[in-house]
């Protein structure tokens, strides 16, 4: 059998990926009113450039980036801008939006602009056209993509890697999109390719890695991949490389050659509570209620997840809109949550750091945790280089909430600094 | 759609779990050291049921009560105590009095388990520190030996069990020798065979190299036990004693009889492997594996006593978290190992 590339550490969850993995994306029907978020990525919210009764397109920009960590909105469906207020957001907290009642009878057509033309454009404008589009990374981080592009002048960029891994259990949107959009896939990387200048990375190759979590981390990635270790808060440009997730450029290759914009996205609904499971092809802004009735959900539905089970959010209200980072919902039943096991003290099992795909010690950073020690979790014990995949208490037989504790202390850390 | 009024669970990620639990690991370790206690009641008869009862009792009837006296929820459920008692058992000769079993396990649990906070916070092995106090309040008792297989050990009990507590132990007379002893002082070598099926003189669980190895690989096959501890023990104590053979094949015994006679195995199997104490790093482990391999040939080849385990268990417990501390790994993107990047 051949070796395939991997990391050191990780584990091995279950993957429940056989529901949906078989079922083609499938075209999602619009919701009665759209509540489009217009902070859906990392950065500052777009500018609206409508008003509140306009008639809108299907496609059309309805906001503008401000300034550069900041992407174009477009329109989710031809309608009428409703409202301009405050939606919910996922972290429970209200940012800026429009809400969108699509026209029911409208043949939802999408508008076309400006294209960009792959052999007349430079990177230059192959990076604004991308902010333009709307495009963040589709992978959950919601990153704008044009700035991962901006590459300094002192660093040089020869690898661009797609991140297909898609290593969270349950979902299958990466998977379908390389199955259903691979020419798409092929445009995005020419696009990608001289927007970084890393035209010296063809052809093209595809490796293939071993099933394990969490390795579409992009640090555990570009090891398996290239051998190459991220530097301790760092980006992958450091060690020249650019990683972007596969459907964000099988999303630059659709887009971009008719000049279009961001106005769905292909997202996987599964779950035991789950009775239509499938990979849908959702409007932005469709609110996750209208999402789960359509879908259907069985009675005794007890949490919900945005995103894989891993790292994923619990959603403690239904009324949130699915945005470009959103790239599934898992809906369990009430009987199968995590929560209420019994808590032991730790017995030094070793089982974490045996996961810990950092190298971390998790058992000791847990500990300190609890004597509220955090100088010494980030000063002795690295705590800032945990990106909270949960290998650890995945596998913590103790059942200590360690990243929840993790993050806790994160938390604390940035406040210590805010403060003088 | 009454479904989507429900309240929803919120908690943190991850949330799925692997299914591990503390008392499943504790209660397949208590699994595995079965066969190793049915075999000593073979070879000993009742006084080594006895003894394996009364230590078991003696250390979760001690735990259970100083949660109640202390107001806390009892821990006896974490099946760790039960691993505790019957690992303390059997490092006991077998006609050991009763009365001593007891308090050698009540001490074990309350000194070295309890006070230091319970499970995950012991820094040494509660069964040894109960044996080690044993060892030093009742050195005459710990080590008289009754020989292994006697015709009548399922009828009578030995006349020293049933001792009244502070009395002095009355022996008839049939007390053996274990083979660690009588190569010291007299020089003679037990048959390996005998040594590796446990039939020879010594504590309840000296004897049965067989089954403890069998219950160990049961352990490391299911990831519940490091099998670093136990594989660095015995290539140093192997290593070291073929050296010491090699210069002086009459006074120092060759790596076989010192691999499976006195407590070594069941230390290096069921003790130092005893997860609290020892270190959580592969590295680490190897550094204590070969740190109790050096330190029981000192005490063996060297030391007054004829056997050392137990000593170099408890002072490796004691070096574990300092090794730790000093092995740590090289963190993922960071240029050195330990300390701040």
Not at chain 1, 185 to 200: D, N
Not at chain 1, 222 to 239: H, T, Y
Not at chain 2, 141 to 163: C, I, Q, Y
Request: proline residues 8%; positive net charge.
């Amino acid at each position: 059998m051949a070796r395939f590339a991997t990391f050191a550490h990780g584990i091995h969850p279950p993957q429940y990926k056989a529901d949906t993995c078989g079922l083609p994306i499938r075209q999602f029907p619009f919701a009665p009113v759209l509540a489009v978020p217009l902070l859906q990525h990392t950065g500052k919210p777009a500018l609206p450039v409508v008003r509140e009764g306009q008639e809108v397109v299907r496609g059309q920009c309805i906001a503008r980036p401000d300034g550069n960590m900041s992407v174009a909105m477009h329109a989710p469906a031809s309608g009428v801008v409703e409202r301009i207020a405050l939606v919910p957001g996922i972290a429970g907290r209200m940012v800026p939006g429009v809400y969108l009642r699509p026209h029911p009878g409208s043949t939802q057509e999408t508008a076309t602009g400006t294209p960009c033309d792959l052999v007349t454009a430079s990177s230059a404008d192959i990076i604004a056209a991308i902010q333009q589009a709307g495009i963040v990374g589709l992978g959950g981080a919601a990153f704008p993509t044009h700035v991962k592009l901006q590459v300094p002048a002192d660093k040089r960029v020869d690898t661009l890697v797609l991140n297909g891994v898609e290593c969270e259990p349950w979902l299958t949107t990466d998977h379908r999109m390389m199955l259903e959009q691979p020419a798409d896939i092929i445009t995005g990387i020419r696009y990608l390719l001289k927007a970084c200048g890393a035209e010296r990375a063809m052809p093209v190759s595809v490796g293939v890695m071993q099933v394990k979590y969490p390795q579409g981390a992009e640090k555990m990635l570009v090891k398996a991949l290239l051998g190459r270790e991220i530097p301790s808060g760092g980006l992958p440009l450091a060690v020249g490389v650019v990683v972007i997730n596969v459907a964000t450029a099988a999303e630059i290759g659709r887009l971009l050659p008719h000049g279009q914009g961001i106005q769905e996205r292909v997202i996987t609904i599964t779950g035991p509570a789950i009775e239509k499971k499938g990979n849908y092809r959702i409007p932005i802004g469709t609110p996750l209620r209208f999402a789960l009735e359509t879908v259907g959900v069985t009675p005794d539905v007890g949490q919900v997840f945005l995103g894989g089970p891993m790292m994923g959010q619990s959603l403690p209200s239904l009324d949130i809109p699915i945005t470009k980072g959103t790239s599934g919902f898992v809906a369990y039943r009430g009987e199968e949550l995590t929560g209420g096991r019994r808590e032991y003290p730790c017995i030094h099992c070793g089982y974490c750091v045996d996961a810990c795909p950092l190298f971390l010690n998790p058992s000791k950073l847990g500990l300190l945790a609890l004597n509220g020690d955090i100088d010494t979790m980030a000063q002795d014990y690295h705590l800032r280089d945990c990106f909270e995949c949960g290998a650890c208490s995945y596998v913590c037989p103790a059942h200590i909430p360690l990243v929840q504790r993790f993050r806790a202390a994160k938390v604390q850390l940035r406040k210590r600094k805010s403060s003088p | 759609m009454t479904a989507l009024r429900k309240t929803l669970a919120i908690e943190s990620s991850p949330h799925l779990a692997s299914g591990a639990s503390v008392d499943i690991i504790m209660r397949n370790v208590v699994y595995a050291l079965l066969p190793v206690c049915a075999f000593a009641v073979y070879v000993f008869g009742l006084a080594a049921l006895l003894c394996l009862l009364v230590a078991l009792c003696a250390c979760v009837l001690t735990e259970h009560g100083l949660c109640r006296v202390t107001g806390r929820p009892s821990t006896v459920g974490d099946w760790s105590v039960v691993i505790t008692g019957l690992l303390y058992g059997l490092t006991l000769p077998p006609g050991l009095p009763l009365w001593m079993v007891a308090c050698g396990g009540a001490i074990g649990v309350a000194l070295a388990k309890f006070l230091f906070g319970g499970l995950g916070y012991n820094a040494f092995n509660p069964a040894l520190v109960g044996r080690a106090f044993l060892q030093a309040a009742f050195p005459g008792a710990m080590t008289t030996w009754h020989p292994a297989l006697a015709p009548d050990r399922f009828a009578t009990l030995p006349s020293s069990t049933l001792t009244f507590p502070f009395a002095r132990p009355e022996y008839d007379g049939l007390t053996a020798a274990t083979p660690l002893a009588q190569m010291k002082f007299d020089q003679v070598a037990t048959p390996v065979p005998d040594l590796l099926l446990g039939f020879t003189g010594g504590s309840l669980g000296e004897t049965g190299a067989v089954l403890i190895l069998l219950g160990g690989a049961w352990l490391v096959a299911r990831r519940m036990m490091n099998w670093r501890i136990p594989a660095a023990i015995f290539a140093t104590v192997a290593l070291f004693s073929t050296a010491c053979h090699w210069l002086d094949p009459g006074r120092y015994p060759g790596a076989v009889f010192m691999l499976l006679s006195g407590g070594l195995m069941l230390g290096a199997v069921f003790m130092a492997t005893d997860m609290v104490a020892s270190p959580i790093t592969h590295a680490g482990a190897v550094i204590y594996g070969v740190l109790i391999g050096v330190l029981v040939m000192v005490i063996r080849l060297w030391g007054g006593m004829p056997e050392g385990m137990m000593y170099a268990i408890l002072l490796a417990n004691a070096v574990s978290p300092h090794i730790d501390q000093l092995l740590r790994p090289r963190v993922f993107g960071s240029r050195r190992r330990g300390g701040t990047a």
